[in-house]
């Protein structure tokens, strides 16, 4: 697994970026006084986890901006990650095994990404 690409945005504010399929995603890391809080979590190409734990050791929340596949696909790699209800059916699409495929073969086609 890759290693995560960090840019310290300053003391509080991390940026994470991961590139897929030549696009990149972003992740955003707020550093508080007794928690810090991940902003998505990219298709989970990279070991932001493991980045993390070398920045602070503060308790983790990890919430998800909207269930797009570039903001959830690194899900998996948390205990709990929280979303709105109101994405829940567009999350168990950009989940979908055969819909990233077809979704990754179409954008291939094309020349594009998601």
Known sequence: MEKAKISKI?????????????????MYLLVG???ILLIDTAYG?????????????????????HAHLDHVHGNHMYPEVF???????????????????????YTRKRGKST
């Open 10 to 26: 300053d003391d509080f504010t991390y940026c994470f970026t991961e590139d897929a399929m030549g696009v990149e995603v972003y």
């Open 33 to 35: 006084d007794e928690k």
């Open 45 to 65: 190409f990279t070991d932001v986890p493991e980045a993390i734990k070398n920045i602070t050791e503060l308790p983790l929340i990890v919430a998800n901006t």
């Open 83 to 105: 979303f709105s209800k109101k994405d829940e059916a567009l999350f168990r699409l950009h989940t979908d095994y055969d819909y990233c495929k077809k979704l990754y073969m």
